[in-house]
């Protein structure tokens, strides 16, 4: 029962949508633009599936098969810019290489060129969502070759295979699982963001979503936005399910043997150092450092950043408790309602946005069923731990499996046999040892709640400023240096969930890089 409820709760957003899209109001708007901002956002995530994937794959199996100066550094310091919000990104690199910048106002007379592209463009959307998604493919592909097995690199070495051949015809094709789901993992982000697109003026169906609903207050017609970014989660999530079906060939006899390793020198080591420090660089270090740069020359509002971040810290914590408790009634109930926790699992390729005016058609019939007691400003922060919910349940729910699978049937059997009730052996016995996984869920759900921003936008309370909407609103007022402040804070609360779970990575094998 209580998966179902799990299951309820993720599912009831989408059918809100559909209902709404369904509704029979005119929809001109979205008739109008539902073509081209979905042109748009495919070629976005088609431009940042290809860059994410290649740079990401060649990134992880330079720090899982070679030694170079700084291995053991990049390792777990590639995955850092997860920590940093798309938004914050995009607003850094548009301050920095603007046309009327410091930079390029050097550079025109000094250097006697300009930059070759713009960053306000389709293009330079698709480089600075790269950068700043690029970790889940790393990770991906990281804990894939991680766990490869060492049999299939020997044998191709023994046939003749160089490195280089060893990587392309024997670890790539095994670790094919790994690259289809973290690069449908950039895919589902890219599709869900809005605050960089917004910022750089690339109209994709996120932001006709919020749009439609924010300027022209269509209901319908932002969720004949949403309908098409329904279908592309529902694709996604297939791709990503059909990547972890177990394709590999792994050996469990060569997963406690260390991988070989290839020791680089010269040219080609400093080459891979140089490779690992560009990507962290663009991903975090210099949008970072930019921004730290530019909100030295403001005064930050502190009482305004200083209630937004405790703001922050709050539906942090509570949209990651709510939400674990949902994913481990979900998984506990998996083995006997599959059905289920694939339902649950579309909601996170559905873009907060989506979740959001999902929820508007139930909280539109609740508050005209009971208006005194639906209104006001609890119930706006009740749809909001809402929508976190329903939309990361899905992230939580997979480190929870992993960590309920250590969990055999006789000891679930043997705690029923000493007189527990199913819910008993569950507290007693499968949630204690999986409690490390419920940590890792809650990190997860922690870190994607501080960097939401669509669903608090169109949900949130009145004057309930987070730090990622505190942020929106001075970018939108082109007060870029103080929105450096607000999304530098977002980064150092994020910053050590993410250490700490990028290093359990490596823990899977002894002798990895941490």
């Keep these: 029962m209580l998966a179902l409820l799990a299951a309820l709760t993720a599912i009831l957003p989408l059918v809100g949508v559909v209902m709404a899209a369904l509704s029979g109001e005119t929809a001109d708007i979205a008739a109008r633009d539902l073509t081209r901002y979905a042109l748009t956002s495919a070629a976005l995530a088609l431009m ?19 030694r170079f100066p700084g291995r053991n550094l990049f390792a777990w310091a590639l995955a850092l810019p997860l920590a940093a919000p798309a938004f914050a990104v995009a607003y850094a690199y548009a301050d920095l290489f603007d046309v009327a910048g410091d930079l390029r106002m050097w550079m025109r007379p ?13 293009y330079g959307a698709a480089f600075i969502l790269s950068c700043a998604f690029y970790p889940y493919v790393y990770l991906a592909m990281r804990a894939a070759f991680v766990n490869q097995s060492v ?8 046939l003749g295979c160089t490195p280089r051949q060893a990587f392309l015809r024997a670890a790539l094709p095994l670790a094919r699982p790994a690259l289809a789901a973290g690069v449908a993992l950039a895919v589902m982000e890219t599709l869900a963001d809005y605050g960089a697109v917004q910022f750089l003026a690339v ?27 329904l279908g592309a989660a529902a694709l996604l999530m297939w791709l990503e399910r059909w990547g972890r079906k177990g394709r590999g060939f792994e050996s469990p006899s060569a997963r406690w043997r ?17 490779f690992c420090l560009a990507l962290l660089t663009f991903g975090l270090l210099l949008p970072a450092g930019w921004l730290a740069w530019s909100s030295l020359d403001v005064t930050p509002e502190w009482p305004r950043i200083g ?37 649950a699992s579309l909601g996170y390729a559905t873009p907060g946005a989506v979740m959001a005016i999902g929820l508007l058609v139930p909280a539109a019939f609740i508050w005209r069923t009971f208006p005194g007691a639906a209104s006001g400003f609890g119930m706006g922060l009740v749809l909001l731990i809402y929508a976190y919910a329903a939309r990361l349940m899905a992230a939580a729910l997979e480190p929870i499996d992993a960590g309920l699978a250590r969990v055999t049937p006789n000891m679930v059997w043997a705690a029923r046999n000493l007189g527990r009730s199913e819910g008993g052996a569950a507290r007693a016995v499968q949630l204690p040892v999986a409690w490390g996984s419920l940590l890792t869920a809650a990190l997860v759900v922690f870190i994607d709640v501080l960097k939401e921003l669509p669903a608090t936008l169109i949900l ?6 987070t730090l990622a909407v505190l942020a929106n609103n001075y970018a939108l007022d082109e007060r870029l240096p103080q929105a450096g402040w607000p999304s530098l804070i977002i980064v150092l609360m994020a910053l050590p969930a993410v250490v700490w779970l990028t290093r359990k990575v490596a823990a899977s094998r002894p002798g990895a890089p941490a």
């Design 203 to 229: 109209q994709t169906l996120t932001t006709g979503v919020v749009r439609a609903w924010s300027v022209y207050g269509s209901t319908a017609s932002a969720a004949q936005f949403a309908l098409p970014l």
């Design 460 to 465: 949130r309370p009145f004057n309930f400023d």
């Design 110 to 122: 000094a250097l006697g060129f300009d930059m070759p592209f713009e960053m306000r463009t389709l």
């Design 48 to 66: 940042v599936a290809v860059l994410t994937g290649v740079t990401g794959s060649v990134a992880a199996w330079l720090v899982v098969m070679h």
């Design 307 to 343: 209630g937004a971040a405790w703001r922050t810290l709050t539906m942090g914590a509570v949209g990651a408790l709510v939400t674990v408790v949902l994913a481990a009634a979900l998984a506990l109930g998996a083995r006997s309602m599959p059905l289920a926790a694939r339902i």
């Design 151 to 158: 049999h299939a690199l020997e044998a191709a070495r023994t």
């Design 258 to 274: 260390p991988l070989p390793t290839t020791a680089l020198a010269g040219v080609k080591a400093w080459g891979a150092t140089a």
